[in-house]
């Protein structure tokens, strides 16, 4: 029976998603919902995208090993990528009209870094979108009794959204997150109330948790300890930022001031949700022991649905399976579109001219549906954990294209050369700290990768141009002409900010 109201609610949202598509008339239709979402639906789909796979099954389970500490990235790091965005970048980025974050490095910096950089977001995306792939194939096989494969519930659970990602694009993303953030708040709230009764109440779960060292956030006062905590933290706090999907959430909006707090309330929504899979996975310690030591080191994400499934009702199941569903589904539909939408626009439209806004449209699609193939293959030979996939996702554009934004909306000086050498350094030092191997190293590949972006930017920026520059691109950033001009924001921005500190 479980399995059949999750069949049913599942063909009920692709629907709605489907219907939704019928407001796509062109790529701005699909790529950034026209610009016409209203406070409501931005904040839900902010929330909504962020609260996937890892947020019901990996933090959890890293929570249960690790405690606080271990989840550092992810709610916090994350969390709070999202409130920055809303107070530092929206606006500016809003002011711009563009169509992705690919449009920002080729009007500030010219077509070499757009295209750089637009390949390291692409890249970042596959472990992102891996993770919620694969956890569609635990939960179909899961509800299923076993009947349904995790490498065929894999296949069904990519195959069905892409359908009404494929016709619907950002409409349909919108429309279906507003509504499974409903059902997300709904059956975690629920589920929630359920095994609190069982394990004795919040109080009782706290209090162990609480006397379990669970609670303990700051690492060891030691260094390695202290920068790997500092690195871990900045991974998804930082590198989510330069990211298709939070610019498509802060351009779909209605204005600015709805494209500024819709992503602060909606980064604040989600760290607070984030907590509710938390308190379930450790209410599992309390209610059935014997399951959590039997799981805990073969097979931790299975610990929350083991539980619901062995103990809770079968309402309290299908809201459970139902939020869940919820959260990967819009998790994995945004992060399907986004890349799409990028890779189409800034690699492949320059490679195709005079190519009219129709066939732009279709090239979007065909992109989305070889992008799904391409990253469920790459699920099903994943051997990471759903939270490693996701916190790994974000350190090639940590290291590749945050410096390069930061810089271009708030440093005048920053050129195209110190843009492409600070990708050149960041991506370089990382893959060095990688491929040395060993041990964990003192500093943690990323953040070496970011500190040596950030000296390639300065340095690049500051000694005299050598690299060629697109005349055309820089004269129009200095002089500028409308509100969609990069140069200017970033001159706005930082007379803002000299004018308040003198």
Same mark, same amino acid.
Not at 375 to 382: I, K
């Given at each position: ?101 690919g449009d920002f490095y080729k009007k500030r ?6 295209? !750089?950089?637009? &390949?390291? %977001? $692409? +890249?970042?995306? @596959?472990?992102?979108? #891996? ?5 569609? *194939?635990? /939960? ?38 507003? !509504?499974?953030? &409903?059902? %997300? $708040? +709904?059956?975690? @709230?629920?589920?929630? #109330? ?5 394990? *004795?109440? /919040?109080?009782?779960?706290?209090s162990h948790a609480l006397n379990e060292g ?105 809201l459970f399976f139902g939020a869940l569903l ?177």
């Open positions: 029976m479980l399995f059949w109201f999750v069949i049913a609610y599942w063909l009920i949202s692709v629907a709605i998603g489907l219907v939704a598509a019928t407001r796509v008339h062109n790529t701005r239709d699909f790529a950034v919902a026209g610009r016409h979402l209203p406070f409501s639906m931005v904040t839900a789909t902010v929330f909504a995208t962020w609260f996937g796979a890892e947020a019901v099954l990996g933090i959890p389970a890293t929570f249960l090993k690790e405690g606080l500490n271990g989840v550092v990235a992810d709610p916090f790091g994350s969390s709070m990528c999202l409130i920055l965005v809303g107070l530092f970048f929206a606006a500016p980025l809003y002011r711009m009209n563009l169509l992705t974050i910096y010219g077509r070499g870094v757009e295209v !750089l950089t637009t &390949i390291a %977001i $692409v +890249i970042s995306y @596959l472990g992102w979108v #891996g993770a919620q792939i694969s956890a569609l *194939g635990l /939960v179909f096989n899961v509800v299923s009794g076993g009947e349904v494969s995790k490498l065929a519930g894999m296949w069904i659970g990519s195959a069905t959204i892409l359908v009404y990602t494929l016709f619907g694009g950002m409409w349909a993303v919108a429309v279906t997150d507003f !509504l499974q953030m &409903i059902i %997300i $708040v +709904i059956g975690m @709230l629920w589920i929630g #109330g359920e095994v609190s009764g069982m394990a *004795g109440g /919040v109080g009782v779960v706290v669970k609670f303990a956030f700051l690492p060891p006062a030691e260094p390695r300890e202290m920068i790997a905590f500092f690195a871990a933290a900045i991974t998804m706090m930082l590198g989510s930022i330069p990211q298709q999907d939070v610019f498509q959430r802060v351009q779909s909006a209605k204005s600015e001031k709805i494209a500024v707090w819709g992503s602060v309330l909606g980064g604040s929504l989600y760290f607070a949700f984030a907590f509710v899979p938390m308190f379930l996975a450790y209410s599992a310690t309390l209610i059935s022991p014997d399951m959590v030591g039997r799981l805990i080191d073969t097979d931790s994400q299975m610990i929350l649905p083991e539980l619901v499934l062995s103990k809770a009702p079968l309402v309290a199941q299908i919820s959260a990967i589904k819009s998790c994995a539909s945004a992060t399907l579109l986004a890349p799409s939408v990028t890779f189409t626009e800034n690699i492949l439209k320059p490679a195709l001219p005079n190519l009219t806004d129709r066939k732009l449209l279709f090239w979007m699609r065909v992109v989305t549906f070889t992008f799904t193939v391409l990253v469920t293959l790459y699920a099903m030979y994943s051997k990471a954990s759903i939270f490693k996939m996701v916190e790994n996702a974000y350190q090639i554009t940590l290291v590749a294209a945050f410096v390069p934004l930061l810089c271009g909306l708030y440093w005048r000086r920053a050129t195209n050369q110190g843009a492409l050498v600070s990708i050149f350094c960041g991506i370089a030092v990382w893959l060095a700290v990688h491929l040395a191997g060993g041990e964990e190293p003192f500093i943690p590949a990323q953040l070496a990768g970011l500190a040596a972006s950030l000296v390639g930017m300065l340095a690049g920026s500051l000694v005299k141009q050598r690299l060629p520059h697109d005349i055309h691109v820089h004269d129009r950033l200095r002089h500028g002409h409308h509100a969609a001009d990069a140069h200017g924001v970033a001159h706005e921005g930082i007379g803002t900010i000299h004018h308040h500190r003198s």
